[in-house]
């Protein structure tokens, strides 16, 4: 069995060859956006390309590779849910290895028609335009170290203003400055940890008439999150996830009051255990648990500290998923997982359950992959399980991906 280029004796890199062993084993992760939605959306837990938009030192493991994806649209609707929000969208992603090695690390860039699928887990993701991002990982032994930017711009969105200031819209652009780092402990244990400040800067459209100098920008933001995969023998691995983001979406400025029209902040916690078992290099199953609970405070004005509201989510998501080499070219993956949301909100309390079902096909030959997925429901985030664009209702979504592998 080959073992992974930046990792030759860790944990880690021997999960990634596992897991790409089920995708062709052409020694390059054959890993793709469509893998992860046909297991369940959520990547927090196994090692794959995609875990690169949150764990930014895995870009490292990643190189020489060019990935499009169609993102998860449903036959329909296209990319909304049933109320309207734009939940997905196309992407490329493309990772280069500055040398064959790998010693001088690895670029990596993508662009996206939404931000949310290639941020972090944003907790605002309403009206985003395109994005631009990009990484840069390198190895020191058995350290990674890793930087990453991104940046993405709202459409200008309408603002509801305060009796006697006239109203308008906004143009928004989010921003995000991170890092990571991924750490052997032992032969039995990976770390892996990465952070980010984030930033918005907001300014008015030409039909926002306030006097004043109204150009706020904040970097009040930031997201928090460690996993480690530790060996328990038996081809059992352990993930426990810890994370914690904080969002300041303030509509805030001087406009000839001296007083803010909007401060809202967001918080989300979130805990998560997963176990990968491996039966051989083709096959892998993954059973997680997670819980989420998140905050939305809002305060509007002027004044400033007058009171907006309050929500309360918490969610609980349960998932078992797996996929199995079926031939050295086919692949077949399926997941089935249930969720619990709880709101609270000044209005009352309300619970909402559902089961998500997702199943896909991979063919994998000369360092290319063709990956198609199904589910039936829309993305699962970070933001549909805790604050915003929240859907229901059960349909068809599909996502097609394609990665090619190359040598630099």
């Known amino acids: 069995m080959l073992l992974s280029r930046t990792h030759p004796r860790s944990l ?62 449903n036959p329909d609707a296209g990319y909304h ?17 500055l040398d064959r090695p790998g010693r001088w690390g690895t670029v990596g860039l993508a662009a996206s028609a939404r931000f949310a699928d290639d941020g972090p887990g944003s907790l605002y993701q309403r009206d985003l335009d395109g994005a631009l991002a990009a990484s840069y990982a390198r190895t020191f032994g058995h350290l ?21 200031i006239p109203g308008g819209s906004w143009s928004i652009t989010r921003r995000r400055l991170g890092g990571g780092l991924r750490a052997d402990l032992g032969t039995r244990a990976v770390l892996d940890m990465a952070a980010e400040l984030r930033g918005i800067h907001q300014r008015p459209t030409a039909d926002l008439s306030i006097p004043g100098p109204a150009d706020p920008d904040s970097w009040g933001g930031f997201g928090l999150r460690s996993r480690t995969f530790i060996d328990l023998g038996h081809d059992l691995i352990l993930v426990p996830l810890v994370e914690f983001i904080h969002e300041d979406l303030s509509l805030v400025g001087d406009f000839g009051q001296g007083a803010a029209l909007a401060k809202i902040d967001r918080d989300l916690g979130h805990l998560g255990l997963g176990l990968n078992s491996f039966m051989g290099p083709d096959r892998m199953v993954v059973l997680s648990v997670e819980w989420l609970t998140g905050t939305d405070n809002a305060r509007s004005g002027p004044p400033a500290d007058s009171p907006g509201g309050q929500l309360i989510d918490q969610a609980t998501v349960a998932r078992l998923a797996g996929e199995e080499r079926l031939s050295p070219l086919l692949s077949a993956r399926a997941s089935a997982g249930w969720q619990s949301v709880g709101y609270d909100t000044p209005l009352g309390n309300r619970t909402e359950d559902q089961a998500n079902l997702s199943a896909g096909l991979s063919v994998a030959a000369l360092r290319t992959a063709l990956d198609v997925a199904v589910s039936n429901r829309p993305p699962v985030t970070l933001t549909s399980l805790a604050l915003v664009n929240r859907d229901a209702k059960a349909s068809t979504w599909v996502t097609v991906s394609v990665r090619i592998g190359f040598a630099p």
């Open 144 to 164: 990674t170290a890793a930087l990453a930017y991104g940046q993405a711009s709202d459409t200008p969105a309408p603002f509801a203003t305060g009796e006697g």
């Open 12 to 73: 880690l890199g021997l999960l990634a060859v596992i897991t790409l062993g089920a995708l062709g084993g052409t020694g390059s992760a054959l890993a793709t956006t469509a893998r992860v939605a046909a297991l369940g959306s959520r990547s927090d837990f196994f090692t794959d390309e995609t875990e690169t938009r949150r764990w930014y030192a895995g870009v490292a493991d990643y190189g020489s590779l060019l990935g499009v994806t169609s993102g998860r649209f």
């Open 81 to 97: 849910d049933s109320h309207g929000a734009l939940v997905s969208g196309p992407a490329l992603r493309l990772h280069v290895d």
